[in-house]
């Protein structure tokens, strides 16, 4: 039996290990999942929030313990960790609302009434990311299972520990095979989507994602992609340029950058540029790089070949004239120093490619149109924020960003009930309210004459 060995990024212990799951095995995982479906779909929407509701009691008394494990396994700050274990517990409104989206609707036009069903697709593949070990794969299995389906799950392989303890604390609710895990890398990925599986609900990078919908077509399976981002802050001349530091800081340097919707790059008007570089550095220069376990403000990257590549960005990008404001000085093992950059030009790796790494990078403009135009400069279309003094022109400004989700003087994501979601390359599909509830769907219309 091959085993699949799980380090922690801080120190190199090893945290623990799982059996890796052959690759010839995963038809059978999916035949498993299969044969469980039918029985799960006949609770019905109600009887099946019933089941998971008791799950949310598991997650709640085992919130310090997932934390803990969290942080071990890829590096972030146990508060971080422990935040977002607890999250888990707090489904109920979550699952109201896929019931009130699950509930067939009625349609009548004077002549016809149809109703319209919301029906289980079958067996979900959810693939998932390591840099929110529990909460991503909560995002795509809550939902999938809700809508009637069995899942085969799939965790990163560098949190397969994270991603076992989130299914065991479901399944001890969930009736056999209605959750079942399958542990591996790319091979695993790879075979689980080119299986007899209905639907494939994915959140990693765009390069995977592409290769998942380009694989997924030739049986028109269906797909929901959440992928990457290269997420701009515009601060605007009558920003409250402190307050934009500050945010600019916590959204650059949480979870060591290493989040969808990090600030990527920062067009901040002339006028209060040097103000707003000089913020964000002091900010950034107090920051407190550690263990994860020692919950410090910033934990290590996830592995040496993430570190490798946030490096060899930074080199690049100060060898072609960016500025060091903060950090710059380098690692040690797989720390990198939290770091502001300035005058980063559009043409630099670090301008275009996802660098999800602990760095912001400046760069000053001279009119809001040359702040939305380099803004928008990218493929991708996750998250933006704008902040502005006044929050009628800063949500005008707002409007003209190219992305699925647009923050004012806030982080990008919604309120409760709004989607998640990717525009332009970021995403496929989404997740999050009652139409990405719905996702995880069949529509099926039933037409009567009136
Ligand atoms: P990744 O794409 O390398 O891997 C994601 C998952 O896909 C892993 O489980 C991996 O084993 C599997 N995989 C790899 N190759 C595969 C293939 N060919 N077929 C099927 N599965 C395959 O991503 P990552 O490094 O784990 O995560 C970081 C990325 O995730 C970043 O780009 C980040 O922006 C993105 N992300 C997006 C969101 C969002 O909501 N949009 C949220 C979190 C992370």
């Known amino acids: ?86 999250s888990l517990s707090r489904m109920d409104h979550e699952l109201q609302e896929m019931i009130d989206a699950l509930e067939p609707e009625v349609v009548e ?15 979900c593949a959810a693939i998932t990311p390591w840099n929110f070990p529990m909460a991503m794969p909560s995002w795509m299995v809550l939902p999938a299972l809700m809508a009637g389906n069995t899942v085969v799950f799939k965790p990163s392989e560098e949190t397969p520990l994270s991603g076992q303890a989130y299914a065991d604390a479901l399944n001890q609710v969930l009736p056999d095979d209605v959750l079942l895990v399958v542990h591996g890398a790319d091979a695993q990925g790879k075979s689980l989507v ?53 945010f600019a800081a916590w959204n650059s340097f949480r979870n060591a950058g290493q989040v969808c919707v990090a600030t990527e790059r920062i067009f901040v008007m002339d006028d209060i540029a ?26 290590p990257m996830v592995n040496a070949r993430q570190r490798d590549h946030v490096l060899a960005q930074l080199q690049a990008a100060v ?23 300035a005058d980063v030009t559009d043409d630099m790796d670090i301008a275009t490619r996802e660098t999800f790494g602990p760095v912001a990078c400046v760069t000053r403009v001279s009119s809001e149109d040359e702040a939305v135009e ?26 003209r960003l190219k992305a699925g989700m647009v923050g004012v003087n ?23 309210g009652k139409d990405g509830h719905r996702q995880f769907t069949q529509t099926r219309v039933v037409t009567h004459k009136l």
Do not use: C
């Open 194 to 246: 080119r299986s007899d599986v209905d639907m494939i609900a994915f959140t990693g990078s765009r390069e995977v994602g592409k290769h998942i919908l380009r694989e997924a077509s030739g049986d028109l399976k269906r797909v929901v992609l959440e992928l990457g981002g290269k997420d701009p802050l515009v601060v605007l001349a009558d920003a409250d340029v402190e307050a934009a530091a500050k």
């Open 410 to 432: 806030r982080p990008p994501g919604g309120a409760v009930g709004t989607p998640w979601i990717g525009a332009r390359e970021s995403g496929f599909g989404f997740h999050k």
């Open 319 to 341: 060898e072609a004239g960016a500025r060091v404001v903060a950090g710059g000085d380098g690692h040690r093992d797989n720390f990198v120093t939290p770091t502001v950059l």
């Open 374 to 399: 380099r803004a928008n400069d990218t493929r991708f279309g996750l998250g933006a924020v704008v902040y502005g003094g006044d929050e009628e022109k800063a949500g005008a400004v707002a409007r």
């Open 1 to 86: 039996m091959e085993l699949l060995k799980s380090h922690n990024p801080a120190t190199g212990d090893l945290v623990g290990e799982v059996p890796i799951t052959p690759v010839d095995q995963i038809p059978s995982f999916v035949a498993r999942a299969r044969s469980a479906q039918p029985g799960w779909e006949a609770l019905g929407a109600q009887g099946r929030a019933n089941v998971l509701r008791q799950a949310a009691e598991i997650f709640a008394e085992r919130a310090e313990e997932h934390g803990r494990l969290m942080s071990a396994e890829m590096g972030k700050p146990l508060k971080e960790a422990t935040g977002e274990a607890k």
């Open 274 to 299: 040097k103000e707003f570089e000089e913020a964000l550095g002091r900010v950034a220069s107090a920051m407190k790089l550690g263990s994860g376990q020692e919950d410090p403000d910033v934990g």
């Open 109 to 123: 036009d004077g002549r016809l009434r149809s109703t319209v069903y919301r029906d289980p697709l079958g067996v």
